[in-house]
């Protein structure tokens, strides 16, 4: 008597290139939406430098292109958990006060951008800001965020922020 307690091959093998076909819709849709949550990073830190730029402007009544000066000075630590490259891309050139002004004076070497230091498949991933329509009042700033959260060969993700607080996306990096 034949005993018939199994898989056949052809069962085994229908099994196999369903789970094939189910990866290969899975991993890209995957691998969109890490980069989908790593574009949070642009947006919470151009909303940290647009409150930093705000209050300098409440207390001088100007903004400065100096992230130092406003409050905005990510330690190494933190550098090193971001992706983006953040900086200012329009601003009244303020790099401090003399006088009565009552604007701190000296500004910290190249202080108007921070580059991030997080890496994805061991290659560094930002990049800085090329946004060339990044608009700002006179009065105003622009401030800048950008990487390539998809992986090093990938698009370059923009976000920029302005003294009204519009936040822009200017090209998506997935």
């Known amino acids: 008597?034949?005993?018939?307690?199994g898989f056949t091959l052809i069962e085994l093998?229908?099994?196999?290139?369903?789970?094939?076909?189910?990866?290969?819709?899975?991993?890209?849709n995957?691998?969109?939406y890490q980069a989908k949550a790593?574009?949070?990073?642009?947006?919470?830190?151009?909303?940290?430098?647009?409150?930093?730029?705000?209050?300098?402007?409440?207390?001088?009544?100007?903004?400065?292109n100096c992230l130092a000066f406003m409050g905005f000075e990510p330690s190494e630590k933190e550098l090193g958990n971001m992706y983006y490259h953040t900086n200012v891309t329009q601003s009244p050139t303020v790099q401090g006060g003399s006088g009565d002004s009552g604007i701190p004076s000296g500004c910290?070497?190249?202080t108007t951008?921070?580059?991030g230091l997080k890496k994805l498949a061991g290659q560094e991933v930002s990049v800085a800001p090329t946004v060339s329509n990044c608009a700002a009042e006179t009065t105003g700033f622009c401030a800048a965020s950008a990487a390539k959260i998809s992986g090093p060969d990938g698009k370059t993700?923009?976000?920029?922020?302005?003294?009204?607080?519009?936040?822009?996306?200017?090209?998506?990096?997935?």
């Open 1 to 5: 008597m034949k005993n018939n307690n």
């Open 13 to 28: 093998l229908v099994v196999v290139a369903i789970i094939g076909i189910l990866s290969a819709v899975a991993v890209p």
């Open 30 to 32: 995957y691998q969109k």
């Open 38 to 64: 790593r574009s949070s990073e642009a947006k919470v830190t151009l909303g940290s430098v647009y409150s930093a730029m705000a209050a300098f402007n409440a207390e001088y009544g100007t903004y400065s």
């Open 108 to 110: 910290v070497a190249n």
């Open 113 to 115: 951008g921070y580059k």
């Open 157 to 174: 993700d923009e976000w920029t922020i302005n003294e009204i607080k519009k936040l822009d996306h200017h090209s998506a990096g997935w």
